[in-house]
Every structure is written in structure tokens, then in C-alpha cells.
């Protein structure tokens, strides 16, 4: 069974600073990992995926995550965060094989970005 | 527009009240899912449907049974609403085996039970 723990609950930045949202997971497989968005009243959107190759995945908004295998982690960053990113931001795990469909999510991380 | 289609967007039931969450896909997906999401507790699997005729417990599955009634439908129901079922329902779906393995969400159905 896998299992995701995302470090904070919630992060508030100030427009144009940088942010990490920090998400480790727990798996005896490999994985695959995804990084979800969810804007105000709204379902979730898929913002960035890990499935194999280089370690290091960016979306098209700016935000980029990194796999790092040693420490079970996919931190979500970005270098100059906009008011337009204040969201719930879930990091989110798969295993890689066999028929296991299955997403299981962290908690939530609520991004506030303040002008 | 191409996508995952949840009715109603809001209900509000009493306790003991029974009602049905419909969820519809039109990208040919085989995979279907519910989750329900709390405060704190991030979104944790009802049940879902590997496929068309079957369909599985999920992390969070009392109180609710589902039915997958074509590949394109998979609806879940609450035969007796209890308060503590007062939550945001998603449902959602992903293609077959393959590179791609993200989820389409819908965009939620908001249930408050009193």
C-alpha cells in the first residue's frame, strides 16, 4: 500500500517570492507521481506527472517537481508565485504496474499568495 | 466539451433520505472513480471500476454502493444518508494501461446531509 504525507497544510507567500510545497511518499514499488490543482469550487486539474525518465517535470504555468528516489519525495516549486496561484495544491501516487488503477493523495497543501 | 459530467452540484438531504450521484465520461475511458473530499482529509476512495461489469472497494466504501451501468456511466448511491456523509463527491476517470496515467475529475457534487 502506498501512502503520500504532505508537510504543510498550508503555505502563504507574498506575489512574486518562491515556494516549495513538500510531499513525501511511501511505497514498497515503484511509483508514478502526480502533482493536482484545485482552484475555488472546482474539481482538480492534473498540474504536473512523474512517470519515468528525468527526474525533473515542469507544467506549463511554471511550476516544476522533482523525483528524488532517495528520499521518497516530489517537492512542488515555482521561482515567482502570481495571485493567480492561490489554490490547494495534491501530490498524489500510483504504483507502476500491475492492476493497481489507483490514485492515493496526500492531504492538501493550501497555497495563499498575498500582493 | 469533452469530459467527466457530475449531477446535481449541490443537494441537501435529511438523515435517512436516500439519493443518487450520477457521473458520465464521453473520452472512451474503462477506468471510473469516486472520491469524497474533506476538510484535512484529502480525497479518499469510495469505490471504483476497473472496467465495464466491475467495480471494487475502495479506502472509504460503508454506506455507499455504486454501479457502473455502461462504460460511460457509474453512478454512486447512499441508501440511508447519515451526517457524517456530508462531503464533496468527485468522480473521475483515466484512460486504459499506457504512458498517460492522470485522472479526469468532474467538477463535484456538494452534499450536505442534516
Known amino acids: 500500500a502506498q501512502s503520500v504525507t504532505q508537510l504543510d497544510s498550508q503555505v502563504p507567500v507574498f506575489e512574486e517570492a518562491p515556494v516549495e510545497l513538500r510531499c513525501n511518499y511511501s511505497s514498497s514499488v515503484s511509483v508514478y507521481l502526480f502533482w493536482y490543482v484545485q482552484y475555488p469550487n472546482q474539481g482538480l486539474q492534473l498540474l504536473l506527472k512523474?512517470?519515468?525518465?528525468?527526474?525533473l517535470v515542469k507544467s506549463i504555468n511554471g511550476f516544476e517537481a522533482e523525483f528524488n528516489k532517495s528520499q521518497t519525495s516530489f517537492h512542488l516549486r515555482k521561482p515567482s508565485v502570481h495571485i493567480s496561484d492561490t489554490a490547494e495544491y495534491f501530490c498524489?501516487?500510483?504504483?507502476?504496474?500491475?492492476?493497481?488503477?489507483?490514485?492515493?493523495f496526500g492531504k492538501g497543501t493550501l497555497l495563499t499568495v498575498n500582493p | 466539451n469533452a469530459g467527466v459530467t457530475q449531477t446535481p452540484k449541490f443537494q441537501v438531504l435529511k438523515t435517512g433520505q436516500s439519493m443518487t450521484l450520477q457521473c458520465a465520461q464521453d473520452m472512451n475511458h474503462n477506468s471510473m472513480y469516486w472520491y469524497r473530499q474533506d476538510p484535512g482529509m484529502g480525497l479518499r476512495l469510495i469505490y471504483y471500476s476497473a472496467s465495464e461489469g466491475t467495480t471494487d472497494k475502495g479506502e472509504v466504501p460503508n454506506g455507499y454502493n455504486v454501479s457502473r451501468l455502461n462504460k460511460r456511466e457509474f453512478s454512486l448511491r447512499l441508501e440511508s444518508a447519515a451526517p457524517s456523509q456530508t462531503s464533496v463527491y468527485f468522480c473521475?476517470?483515466?484512460?486504459?494501461?499506457?504512458?498517460?496515467?492522470?485522472?479526469?475529475f468532474g467538477s463535484g457534487t456538494r452534499l450536505t446531509v442534516v
Open positions: 473521475a476517470s483515466r484512460p486504459d494501461r499506457g504512458r498517460y496515467y492522470g485522472y479526469t
Open positions: 498524489a501516487v500510483s504504483d507502476s504496474g500491475g492492476s493497481n488503477y489507483k490514485l492515493t
Open positions: 512523474y512517470l519515468s525518465g528525468s527526474t
